[in-house]
Every structure is written in C-alpha cells, then in structure tokens.
C-alpha cells in the first residue's frame, strides 16, 4: 500500500470513527447518519483496493472504474442540486408567508380619516 493510500484510509476511517462517536448527538436523520458512514467505509475501501472499482465497473457493464466514480458522483451532484433549490424555494415560501404574517399583525391604522373610506360615503 502507497503513503497516499495509508493516509487516505487513516482519514477515512477517523471520519468513520467520529461519525459512530456522536452517532446519538448528531441532529441528521439516521438516513443520512448511515449514508455518510457508507460513504466513508466505501470510499476507504476504494482507495484500498482501487481493483475494487475496476470490477465494480465491469458488473456494470462500463469499461473505466474512473467512469463508474464519475457517474456516481455526477447523479450525487444533480440530485444535491435539485435538492437544495427545492428546499430554498420553500424556505423563501415560508420567509415570505411569515412577513405577510408580521406586517400584518404589526400594522397600525392611520391617524385620520381615510380619503374614499366608510366615512366619506355617508357625506
């Protein structure tokens, strides 16, 4: 095994080893808590083994491991995308709804008398 991959595997697994630690404290959904341990343990056994991909890839019916990582990661990226615009679009929803919400329980009725309002018309 290479230094790179010594290091490598080293920081994959601290990443690995801090992930478990503060399983119980961390506020992500436990979807996401065994994704990212996944990632980890996978992309350590990657580096480890790069034959690993090259045979992964083969299953798949791709010629490169390389490709296989790039494809991954491209689907990763659009759905991260897709993802975060969604909830940005909702959070400006909510931003908007709350306000409305504020402006229109702090609004304070004008001091006079209203041009065209309900007193106007009995005149």
């Not at 615009?85 to 919400?101: F, G």
Request: glycine fraction near 8%.
């Amino acid at each position: 095994m290479s230094a790179f991959q010594l290091l490598a595997v080293a920081a994959l697994a601290g990443l690995l080893a801090r992930d478990l630690w503060y399983w119980y404290r961390s506020g992500a959904s436990v979807v996401v808590r065994l994704l990212r341990c996944v990632v980890w343990a996978g992309a350590a056994a990657a580096i480890a083994d790069p034959l690993l991909v090259q045979r992964v890839a083969e299953l798949l019916g791709i010629g490169r491991g390389a490709d296989v990582i790039l494809y991954v990661f491209v689907l990763a990226f659009l759905w991260t995308t897709f993802f975060l615009h969604a909830r940005c679009l909702r959070l400006e929803r909510e931003i908007t709804a709350l306000t409305r919400h504020l402006a229109i329980r702090d609004a304070t009725p004008p001091a006079g008398p209203v041009p065209g309002g309900a007193g106007a018309a009995e005149r």
